[in-house]
């Protein structure tokens, strides 16, 4: 039995796409290594111990990607723009956080398909973020 092509290959959705909870767990994981060591406007509006920020957008991209709910129940209704008012994120910042995310997904070996998916999707949410000139 052959499965629906959708946007991100083959899968029935792009979490199962991408490789699943661990594969995300180390996307994001590295993609806060990279904030961490490169990014000092974007490590700047972090707190100083990191490690919730690393399990919210890890909630939040298994929950967004098809996988199990585990963002709402922590941390209820995502109103992502609305979370991230608080922040001056212009232009400069959008693209920054974009290409350690890219990165992120580089050195996860993220490819093909869902690459093309996500490099789309998560754009346009980066996008939507922006709240400053
Ligand atoms: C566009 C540039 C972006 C900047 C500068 C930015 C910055 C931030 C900052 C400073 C926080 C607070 C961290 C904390 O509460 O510990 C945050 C939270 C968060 N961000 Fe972003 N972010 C951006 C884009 C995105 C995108 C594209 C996503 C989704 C793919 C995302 C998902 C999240 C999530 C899930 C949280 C936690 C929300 C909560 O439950 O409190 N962010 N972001």
């Known amino acids: 039995m052959t499965r629906a092509n959708h946007p991100w290959g083959p899968f029935d959705t792009p979490f199962e796409a991408v490789g699943g909870e661990g594969k995300l ?24 111990d990191d490690s919730a920020s690393r399990d919210k957008l890890y909630w939040y991209l298994v929950e967004w990607s098809g996988g199990p709910a585990l963002y709402s129940p922590e941390r209820g209704h995502p109103a992502m723009r609305m979370r991230h008012l608080p922040f001056e994120i212009g232009a400069d910042e ?26 789309e999707r998560i754009g346009a949410l980066a996008l939507h973020m922006q709240n400053q000139p």
């Open 25 to 48: 767990r180390s996307i994001v994981d590295r993609f806060y290594d990279i904030i961490d060591a490169e990014a000092s406007t974007l490590r700047a509006m972090l707190p100083k």
């Open 94 to 119: 959008v693209d920054t956080w974009l290409t350690c995310f890219g990165r992120a997904l580089d050195d996860n070996d993220v490819t093909g398909q869902v690459r093309d998916f996500l490099d």
